[in-house]
């Protein structure tokens, strides 16, 4: 205790007391001065003549009339019990006989006792146990018992008779409450076990029929090829995109495929995809978990027109396999995707070397990615677009700012979100750079100031105006940034993300969306200043989604037209 | 038709979009989240004046089949052995998975 700072290993449960402030000794000493002042109080109760019965139920906070009848019998019960054996809690049954003894004989306590608890509430007033009372339904005479029951209105007891003709109808009462507390549970239990009850829903159902007669696809009927697009991404979030309803999707003649949850779909039939669409120029495979060498080698030996490849979480996939098929295909992809998978800077370089054509390059999510393997990207010389997102290594301005001096004036699209370690020397490699750049991600880099923005967007001649802009937690960003960023790009910006931008204010987003004249998507999540006005004045500029999560003052007032969509309302979720 | 509907608060009307009519029990119809936000008072959309739902997305014959789904939902709402629906055919299963994702139901 005297060493502060230093402490032994604790369980849980101590960390836990001392993170909230609770110490044994506090407590010790409340219990004392409790202690201490029901001493005095019996004390005085004791020595003040003919007064030790009305002491007792002062000191108790346990009523000393039964209780309504609206609570449960054993509650009842309980509470009568306690009714009867209040003052034993405390002092030991003794005084409980002398106490009854004293009611017994001393009838002139009573004017006493009237005195004395005027301060009390109506309970303690009640017939004690032994008295004699009126039944408050037949108004006949009995006497009380530990066992009287309460009137149902609450003012007065009942004598034993009409007792039990209540009794039956409360003994009903807990009985059902009994049930339904049964079958709540077992509700639960099958909730937990996943075994409902009831018909499955339509969209199950559908999918089931679809499953079960697969071997009939031609039976299905034609389709667009958006519509399947679409029911492929549904069976996705259903999570129902297995081995049987694959087959849906392989069609021989199509050109693209793209699949957004491979992780119920094996190994074999991931391989089947290139056997039985030889066509395919597009592929992209999510959850891709069952993906391993042996697929990638399959892929680059039967599908000779593959163009885009997109694998997102192959984690099996191990670096040499990679290699190799970029070597053998690498010349003709335009487009690739590689997240949340294994990588080392030998492959990023093996990527950069067989790969020349790149236009678009995904590198988001992975562990490895670090200022060695940004180095290598220098060469692609044709890429547009460029994603290096949330790699677990640090990546510096040092990198950076290299690349974007060879590479940034061809890109279009540039997503640097969730590298911690960038500052403002990014922003203005990419201010001096990237002279056609029309979408940017800088979501998730804390260390940049609200005047890197301004500086970026200020005298940015060279660029045309941005049309997508993410600035996600970038918590430093004030209404000056936003203001020179609408000021570049206000007549170009459609999609804008000031998510937790918590520096805005309600005027500053105002002058901000003035100034934007295309905006069609807004996210300004999370920016507490934003309120009902904001909200109505950005869908009366025509923007068609807003994104208002986390902004308590916007409420079920806002007026929202037809066609335009708003999100994270608070009162929705009531 | 359309009259007896306004008045009639206990269902609702489904309007393909070939314009036939369902007259659908509102409390089968509200199975469907999506319908049941659309006739949520509060909001104060035209369905929900009208009591009238009118589906551009759908034809009649899946709207046909949306409503047997209700129906079927309806009749066998918490029970233990529900047969399997014999209302789902081929040609229409995707279509009807299309709708029953829009409809979350």
């Not at chain 1, 937990?192 to 159902?205: H, I, T, W």
């Not at chain 2, 009591?51 to 029970?79: S, W």
Request: charged share 25%; proline share 4%; glycine share 6%.
């Amino acid at each position: 205790m005297s060493r502060r700072g230093v402490h032994g290993p604790n369980s849980a449960l101590t960390e836990f007391l001392r993170e909230k402030g609770i110490n044994a000794n506090q407590i010790r000493a409340r219990f004392l001065a409790r202690e201490q002042a029901e001493n005095a109080n019996t004390n005085t109760g004791s020595s003040s003549a003919d007064s030790s019965a009305t002491a007792t139920p002062a000191t108790s906070t346990t009523p000393t009339a039964p209780t309504p009848p609206a609570a449960t019998t054993r509650r009842t019960r309980s509470a009568r019990a306690s009714a009867a054996t209040t003052p034993a809690k405390g002092k030991g049954k003794a005084r409980v006989l002398k106490k009854r003894k004293r009611e017994d004989s001393d009838d002139d306590d009573d004017d006493d006792d009237d005195g004395d608890f005027n301060v009390f509430d109506y309970a303690s007033k009640a017939p004690e146990v032994g008295q004699q009372a009126f039944c408050a339904e037949c108004d006949s005479r009995f006497k009380v018992t530990a066992y009287s029951k309460a009137s149902e209105d609450g003012d007065g007891l009942l004598c034993p008779p009409c007792g039990r003709k209540s009794a039956k109808e409360e003994k009903e009462l807990v009985r059902r409450a009994g049930a339904e507390k049964r079958t709540r549970r077992v509700q639960a239990r099958k909730a937990l076990d996943a075994e409902s009850a009831g018909p499955r829903s339509l969209k199950d159902l559908c999918i089931k029929f679809v499953a079960d007669h697969i071997r009939d696809v031609e039976e299905f009927g034609d389709l667009e090829s958006g519509v399947m697009q679409r029911i492929c991404e549904i069976l996705a979030r259903n999570r129902s995109l297995d081995s049987a309803t694959l087959k849906l999707f392989t069609v021989p003649q199509s050109e693209k495929l793209t699949l957004h949850d491979c992780a119920r779909i094996e190994t074999n039939e991931l391989k089947s995809i290139a056997a039985f669409m030889p066509q395919l120029r597009h592929l992209g495979l999510y959850h891709a978990g069952s993906a391993t060498d042996d697929v990638l080698s399959y892929y680059a030996e039967k599908l000779p027109h593959l163009e885009s490849f997109h694998l997102h979480g192959a984690f099996l996939v191990t670096p040499t396999a990679y290699s190799t098929f970029f070597t053998q295909i690498g010349h003709q992809l335009t487009s690739l995707t590689l997240s949340n998978t294994r990588n080392t800077p030998t492959l990023i370089h093996t990527i950069t070397t067989t790969c020349p054509n790149l236009t678009a390059l995904n590198l988001s999510h992975l562990t490895r990615l670090d200022n060695t393997c940004i180095s290598h990207l220098s060469s692609l010389q044709f890429l547009t677009s460029l994603d290096i997102s949330h790699s677990a290594s640090e990546i510096t301005d040092a990198a950076i700012t290299p690349l974007l001096e060879s590479i940034g004036s061809g890109l279009t699209h540039l997503d640097l979100s969730g590298l911690p370690s960038l500052t403002g020397l990014t922003t203005s490699a990419i201010h001096a750079c990237c002279a056609h750049l029309r979408s940017l991600n800088l979501s998730d880099l804390p260390l940049l100031s609200a005047s890197d923005i301004t500086s970026l967007f200020t005298n940015w001649t060279k660029n045309r105006g941005l049309v997508k802009l993410q600035m996600k937690h970038l918590s430093l960003v004030d209404d000056d940034a936003l203001k020179a960023v609408v000021a570049h790009s206000g007549r170009s910006l459609e999609v804008l993300n000031v998510n937790s931008c918590a520096e805005l204010t309600k005027e500053g987003v105002m002058e901000g969306l003035a100034r934007c004249e295309r905006l069609g998507k807004l996210d300004v999540g999370f920016v507490r200043a934003v309120d009902d006005e904001v909200v109505e004045m950005a869908l009366g500029r025509g923007v068609s989604w807003v994104s208002v999560w986390g902004c308590a003052k916007v409420t079920a007032c806002c007026g929202i037209g037809r066609g335009v969509t708003v999100v994270g309302r608070e009162v929705e979720g009531l | 038709m359309s009259a007896e509907a306004e008045n009639d608060q206990e269902s609702v009307l489904l309007v393909s979009n070939d314009g036939f009519q369902f007259l659908v029990k509102k409390s089968a119809a509200c199975k469907s989240p999506t319908i049941r936000s659309m006739l949520d008072k509060r909001s104060n959309f035209a369905e929900a004046r009208e009591n009238r739902i009118h589906f551009e997305n759908m034809t009649a014959p899946v709207l046909e089949k949306v409503c047997q789904y209700f129906y079927y939902f309806d009749k066998y709402k918490g029970m233990k052995d529900v047969p399997e629906p014999d209302f789902i055919s081929p040609e229409l299963a995707l279509e009807l998975l299309f709708v029953a994702d829009f409809l979350d139901c």
